[in-house]
């Protein structure tokens, strides 16, 4: 069993739907929990950290499930430029940093 | 700030070569990483270091070295190349331990 899986899609929606992606991890003694976006052929780049109490950027909302070991993020209000992968990602302490696979997004106008 | 910068692009080795793999950075971080992405897996961890002489092995050292004897350089050795080991190589640094920035990647083709 992977220690960080996610649905690797893709997701095809149009322009202004909401989209939710959900992330689950196996080592419950992870510390922390982000989202980074890795467009096609680019490097991966932190979109937002992940906390209990839940976290809010504009049109993108993260939320983390410590009983039920799943993270999950939701996009408002697609735009076009939202297309890319979100890469899920656990930190279990020490320098073990563990990366999902990934989720790829379609948004279509 | 350039943040991570790494070279080459592009290459493509014979099974056998040899070659170096290059990143700086210049945000004066601490640690320093080097990860592999295949198509469809996620990041791999080769090898990290926690500051200038001090490196460590991460989830897949084999057929990998590296050396970190300043603060902004963290070069990979790919000794005996070997078509395991085409992939795409990234770079990281970061000050905390966890939110890490990555250098554009460069594509290694082994033949």
């Known amino acids: 069993r992977k220690e960080v899986e996610q649905d690797p899609g893709p997701f095809n929606v149009p322009e202004g739907a909401t989209v939710a992606f959900n992330c689950t991890y196996s080592?419950?003694?992870?510390?922390?929990f982000f989202w980074y976006r890795q467009d096609c052929r680019k490097e991966p780049k932190l979109l937002m950290s992940?906390?209990?109490s839940g976290n809010e950027d504009g049109r993108f909302t993260a939320q983390l499930n410590r009983a039920s070991q799943y993270i999950s993020l939701l996009i408002r209000d697609s735009k076009l430029s939202d297309s890319a992968t979100y890469l899920c990602?656990?930190?279990?302490?020490?320098?073990?940093?563990?990366f999902g696979a990934g989720t790829r997004l379609f948004v279509k106008a | 700030n350039a943040g991570v910068t790494q070279t080459p692009k592009f290459r493509i080795l014979k099974i056998g070569q040899s070659m170096t793999l290059q990143c700086a950075q210049d945000?004066?971080?601490?640690?320093m990483y080097w990860y592999r992405q295949d198509p469809g897996m996620g990041l791999k961890l080769i090898y990290y270091?926690?500051?200038?002489?001090?490196?460590d092995k991460g989830e897949v050292p084999n057929g990998y070295n590296v050396s970190r004897s300043t603060t902004e350089d963290f070069p990979l050795r790919l000794e005996l190349a070997a078509p395991s080991q085409t992939s795409v190589y990234f770079c990281?640094?970061?000050?905390?331990?966890?939110?890490?920035?990555f250098g554009p990647g460069t594509r290694l083709t082994v033949t």
């Open positions: 945000m004066n971080h601490n640690y």
């Open positions: 080592n419950s003694a992870s510390q922390s």
């Open positions: 990602v656990a930190y279990t302490g020490g320098f073990k940093t563990i």
């Open positions: 270091s926690v500051g200038a002489g001090i490196t």
């Open positions: 992940v906390y209990s």
């Open positions: 990281a640094s970061s000050q905390l331990s966890y939110e890490q920035y």
